[in-house]
């Protein structure tokens, strides 16, 4: 079982707030992703970083932030949340050494699903 | 454009049957094909891991195929158990950057019935 943690696991809020989730895993990798799923959909990489004070954005288009201060913690913030931010969000992370890049095994958390009202 | 298609969208089979799950890609340059499990409500578990060079790879009661000529891969799933039950997303890597960049399949929903 991987080591790797969200809270909240579900999250209802009203339009316009700030929140954040939070993502944090033990085992020590340098490698940290946060995706975005809707049902029935592919997974889309929003945020990546590839260690301490690293943060890239991915592929999709994102309005949150991210920053990875420490190794193991890697949070995602959304300054003003809006309906279209509904969606399953999920933390994975990697380590370089277990393989070349792209065969690297990734773990994922639980995931944190936000409804915003 | 790179993409992953995975069929068929869902199935139903009864507990103690076989199914076979099938993914197509277009991803060029190609690295490597990863099959993943996810429960309702949770994060994908990784099954298999496959690069251009490997035709089979099995997991228990999970094998999976690739033909890398052909661009098809497939997940067979041997004597279903209720447990089963649960997304099933392929998933292919490129070889043309550092990222390693990963292409998501939508997914097959299997659904096993007792």
């Known amino acids: 079982e991987a080591d790797i943690y969200q809270t909240p696991r579900y999250l209802v809020i009203g339009t316009g707030k700030k929140i954040t989730l939070e993502c944090s895993q033990t085992?020590?990798?340098?490698?940290m992703y946060w995706y975005q799923q809707d049902p029935g959909m592919e997974l889309h990489l929003i945020h990546y970083?590839?260690?301490?004070?690293?943060?890239e954005k991915g592929d999709l288009s994102s309005e949150s932030t991210v920053s990875r201060i420490r190794t193991e913690h890697f949070p995602l913030t959304l300054e003003s949340a809006r309906p279209s931010h509904t969606s399953q969000y999920l933390c994975?992370?990697?380590?370089?050494?277990?393989?070349?890049?792209?065969?690297?095994?990734?773990?994922f958390g639980s995931g944190t699903q936000l409804s915003v009202l | 454009k790179n993409q992953v298609e995975q069929s068929p969208q869902s199935l139903i089979i009864l507990e103690g049957k076989n199914c076979t799950l099938q993914?197509?890609?277009?991803?060029?340059?190609?690295?490597?094909l990863r099959w993943y499990k996810q429960d309702t409500g949770r994060g994908p578990v990784s099954l298999t891991i496959?690069?251009?060079?490997?035709n089979t790879k099995s997991n228990g009661r999970y094998t999976a195929t690739l033909d890398a000529d052909t661009k098809q891969s497939s997940l067979h799933i041997t004597a279903s158990q209720l447990s089963d039950s649960a997304s099933y997303i392929c998933?292919?890597?490129?070889?043309?950057?550092?990222?390693?960049?990963?292409?998501f399949g939508r997914g097959t929903q299997l659904t096993v019935w007792p």
């Open positions: 998933v292919v890597s490129d070889r043309g950057s550092t990222l390693g960049r990963l292409y």
């Open positions: 496959m690069t251009f060079s490997e």
């Open positions: 970083s590839y260690g301490v004070n690293s943060t």
């Open positions: 085992m020590g990798h340098d490698k």
């Open positions: 993914c197509n890609y277009t991803v060029s340059p190609f690295s490597n």
């Open positions: 994975a992370s990697s380590e370089s050494r277990s393989g070349p890049p792209g065969k690297e095994k990734l773990f």
